[in-house]
């Protein structure tokens, strides 16, 4: 199907949703808590077969946090982008979706590492790269004495 | 030609060369010297380490191109006990640094190190704003050689290991044990 029924569907899903489009994909904007509603439904329903996840990007957006989905679909084609962010910079907290993707598994451990984004039921949450005596290194507000700037 | 004839005036760096000449050893003794030395410097075995970019140009020096056999060092020694230099090919990070030093550390004596491309120098392109990069090798490990570029040419690393060569020429076997202090780094 084509972009404009592609976002009709998706609006279709839950009213709590933004969809807008962006350069290159249809960009969803969703609360955190209605992340893993959403991408089971985009993963089963018949018009949509979201079946591959491309990545799973983390964010520190300066004041808040937040993840960025790529989703493709074999059968169809199209791809879609959602996006979600939390103003908790404590304890961000955001739905694993491991259990629809398997790949998000790795990607959710690599946010967890070096942006500390939670992901709840995650099965196995813990750094990827870094040992545990290291901050965050990805966060705009991390310090690091070594490091050299001009 | 070819660069294993290299001249003297060639040579980009004469005046450390000659600073490091020792001058009024007896004349038995130096020619000793000349003799081990010119043993020692013709079989440098390096110690196979690279992590990085710097190591596939390392790799195509030994290949038949540019070949670093005619010099006597294409027998890698996977074992740090058997082996006389390192060549610190690629980016050092903060998770190998600690075995980048072990593995120096369990070299034995004599030993030489040889910083190749920018990484290794100050970090590189990392230096600046890498949270996980060692801003030069020569903060672990005393360094013998650099060698700049990013990567450095094939004829840049032998010109590097002739440098190390002449280095080792000028060693007698009196200076043996202020040599291996300045390689004490603690």
Redesign the interface.
């Known amino acids: 199907m084509d972009k404009i029924q592609l976002a009709e569907f998706i609006k279709s899903l839950d009213s709590d949703l933004e969809v807008k489009e962006g350069k290159q994909y249809t960009e969803v904007t969703v609360p955190p808590s209605k992340i893993h509603s959403l991408a089971s439904q985009l993963r089963e329903k018949e018009e949509a077969l979201f079946d591959f996840l491309d990545c799973i990007t983390g964010v520190d957006y300066g004041h808040d946090l937040g993840v960025i989905y790529h989703l493709r679909s074999t059968k169809y084609q199209h791809m879609v982008v959602i996006k979600s962010r939390t103003t908790d910079r404590e304890n961000p907290l955001f739905d694993s979706v491991s259990d629809i993707w398997e790949t998000a598994n790795l990607h959710e451990r690599e946010a967890f590492d070096l942006l500390g984004i939670k992901f709840a039921n995650h099965p196995d949450l813990r750094r990827l790269f ?2 545990s005596s ?1 901050g965050f ?1 990805l966060r705009k507000d ?1 310090v ?1 004495n ?5 | 030609m070819g660069i294993k004839g290299m001249k003297y005036e060639e040579f980009g760096d004469n005046e450390s060369l000659e600073l490091l000449r020792e001058s009024g050893t007896n004349v038995l003794l130096a020619t000793i010297d000349d003799v081990i030395n010119w043993g020692r410097k013709n079989s440098l075995w390096p110690l196979t380490f690279a992590t990085s970019c710097c190591g596939i140009e390392m790799m195509q020096t030994g290949a038949p191109k540019h070949d670093f056999a005619r010099f006597g060092m294409e027998v890698y020694r996977a074992s740090p006990r058997q082996a006389d230099v390192i060549v610190v090919a690629g980016t050092i990070v903060k998770k190998m640094a600690p075995v980048l030093k072990r593995l120096y550390d369990e070299m034995s004596e004599p030993k030489y190190v040889v910083a190749m491309g920018a990484c290794t120098i100050t970090g590189g392109p990392f230096c600046l704003h890498s949270y996980s990069v060692v801003n030069g090798v020569d903060q672990i490990i005393p360094v013998d050689v650099y060698i700049p570029g990013c990567p450095p040419r094939p004829q840049a690393l032998l010109y590097g290991m002739l440098q190390l060569q002449r280095l080792i020429e000028t060693e007698t076997i009196k200076s043996r044990k202020i040599r291996i202090a300045s390689h004490n780094y603690e």
């Open positions: 870094l040992n290291w290194p991390y690091d070594d490091m050299i700037t001009w």
